[in-house]
């Protein structure tokens, strides 16, 4: 993707936090939340179609960061935290998401290049959803 190599997940603002109880936890708070304009992306994303390894970390772009934290009731950490929050730059972020089990998760074509230019694991785990894109292309393109 030419693309990704002009662009990347910390090419936005991204900020850590942390919700004690786990991603299971979190994901139960993005179901109770409405009225948030936010998509997940990376591990997390792509664990519904193409799963790696249980995902660490949740990272979401959120529209209003302060709110969204607010919302889920993250707190904020330096280090380790277990989700990070990224400030789009551009709203193409949340093109062709879908509500999946209750949860907005970004397009297919945007994860792959958040997990591209990530670390650790993420370039293998976009390898990974890959894979399952070119076996599964009407699935994803529809």
């Given at each position: 993707m030419r693309w990704s190599e002009d662009y990347g997940l910390t090419s936005n603002p991204v900020s850590l936090f942390t919700e004690p109880r786990g991603l299971g936890t979190f994901?139960?708070?993005?179901?109770?939340?409405?009225?948030?304009?936010y998509v997940v992306t990376g591990s997390l994303?792509?664990?519904?179609?193409?799963?790696?390894?249980?995902p660490r970390q949740a990272i979401v772009y959120a529209d209003n960061p302060e709110g969204f934290v607010a919302a889920t009731g993250l707190r904020g950490t330096r280090v380790g935290g277990n989700?990070?929050?990224?400030?789009?730059?551009y709203d193409v972020v949340f093109d062709r998401s879908e509500i999946v089990?209750?949860?907005?998760?970004?397009?297919?074509?945007?994860?792959?290049?958040?997990?591209?230019?990530g670390s650790g694991r993420n370039p293998s785990e976009a390898v990974a959803l890959l894979d399952w894109m070119e076996a599964n292309e009407r699935a994803w393109r529809s």
């Open positions: 994901l139960d708070r993005l179901r109770a939340a409405e009225d948030l304009k994303a792509a664990e519904r179609v193409a799963p790696f390894a249980p989700v990070a929050v990224a400030t789009p730059l089990s209750g949860v907005s998760m970004a397009a297919p074509s945007q994860v792959v290049v958040d997990l591209l230019t």
